[in-house]
């Protein structure tokens, strides 16, 4: 590249400074020319060189760039990689958690619905209980009832005999 551009400074010099006939004061002239030619050779080749130097400057700045977007590249990716991995990770124990919650759920229900058979057969028992109790109450009653007018019954058989007899 850069010899072509030499090259293309140098036809593109030669072709515009081209004379077709030398006069007499041409030699001094074409000696002032030809410094001139000289000095503005020189300031082109400084400006190629620093147009060289710049173009080197750039290219590294473009690799530095190329290989820092490769690492940032490489760090978002493993950056996504761990959170994808403590997604799942999440995933899995927010997964374990429902699970345990549904197991202690139905622990709950199953010992919510045995307590409430025992409460039952509980009340069942007392009922009965109270129920065996009024009936057994109930029948001393009677019995003691009928007993008790029995013996009333003979003692004031009794008293009305001993007051006949005693008449």
């Known amino acids: 590249m850069k010899q072509f551009l030499i090259a293309f400074t140098l036809v593109l010099s030669l072709a515009s400074f081209a004379q077709v006939s030398v006069p007499e004061n041409a030699l001094t002239d074409a000696a002032e020319e030809m410094s001139a030619?000289?000095?503005?050779?020189?300031?082109?080749?400084?400006?190629?060189?620093?147009?060289?130097?710049k173009f080197l400057n750039m290219?590294?700045?473009l690799m530095t760039l190329t290989s820092s977007q490769e690492s940032t590249a490489e760090q978002v990716a493993s950056t996504l990689e761990r959170l994808a991995q403590s997604e799942r990770a999440i995933n899995t124990t927010l997964d374990s958690f429902q699970l345990k919650f549904e197991q202690q759920n139905?622990?709950?229900?199953?010992v919510q619905g045995m307590l409430n058979s025992k409460m039952d057969q509980m009340m069942?028992?007392?009922?009965?209980?109270?129920?065996?109790?009024?009936?057994?109450?109930?029948?001393?009653?009677?019995?003691?009832?009928?007993?008790?007018l029995r013996n009333h019954s003979a003692d004031w058989n009794s008293f009305q005999e001993h007051i006949l007899k005693s008449k």
């Open 37 to 53: 030619l000289k000095e503005e050779q020189r300031i082109q080749k400084s400006r190629l060189y620093f147009v060289e130097g």
């Open 59 to 61: 290219q590294s700045e």
């Open 106 to 110: 139905k622990t709950i229900d199953e």
């Open 124 to 148: 069942t028992f007392l009922v009965g209980g109270i129920l065996v109790a009024l009936i057994l109450v109930v029948m001393l009653t009677r019995l003691s009832t009928a007993k008790a």
